[in-house]
């Protein structure tokens, strides 16, 4: 029964919560993680950098004023000047223009590569982690059988074959490549929390309550199991940025006239005794771009991982 006290204090709506017994408002485990996120050095300097890539991915222009298709070999390694930053490659290409639109080719491809990985992930997963049984055996045996061929071989051997009789600059294969061959980490995390998640008391009312799989999995089983596969296709996208630079730099991802950091890696490399710039340029911005997305995604799972805190 309430106390005279407690009626007469009247409750107004939309009023904020009360404070907790340590003088701290209560907060979702998502509001907890952004509070943690925004003090942590880590996360604030990979998501700067990130934001400074994709800048330049989509506005180039910003960032340079030079064509990077405009080659003359009158200025075959020049040095760097006001006019070019990093002076001129082997074929008087300005170095500084490739490398800022280099980048458009690498977060396109970190993209649609996570988006087909996470897709797959998401229902492979999904379904194995829920429905147990003989489709959790069948779909886990898919997910063994993918994780037993090598990696980069893989990627090498399909990115060849989808790229033997085209045209274009390779760019739709190696997304497919990287998506199709690299989800099997995440579906195995997204299985777990699933099955996890499904135990929860909170799982069972909706399945007494007459839900459907397909609510229960959509309203209350993915909102708590997205957690982890977040991290993971937010840590693959680092790795498939590289991979696609070590396809280009191999021959078998993106070609002429794409303008990939690999492709450029791969040209500069013939000629690193005449001009190191052209190397180091495109090399320094894949490996701080791969850096970035993995401190970004290691900020991300000690932030959303309540064992951590």
Known sequence: MASPVDLAQPTMVGAPPEPSATGERTRSLLADAWHDLRRNPVFLISSALILLVIAMALFPSLFTSADPRLCQLSRQHGAPSGEALFGYNFQGCDVFA???YGARASITVGILGVAIAGVLALVIGMSAGYFGGWIDAVLSRVIDIVLGIPYLLAAIVLARRLTASRDDP???PVVLVLGVLGWTQAARVLRASVISAKQQDYVAAARMLGASNLRIMRRH???NAMTPLVVVLTLAMGGFIAAEATLSFLGVGLRDPAISWGIDIANAQLHVREASLPLIAPSAFL??????FI???DAVRDALDPKLR
């Open 170 to 172: 390779g760019l739709l």
């Open 287 to 292: 490996g701080v771009t791969v850096l970035a």
């Open 221 to 223: 089983i993915l909102p």
């Open 98 to 100: 490739r490398t800022v």
């Open 295 to 297: 401190m970004l995604g």
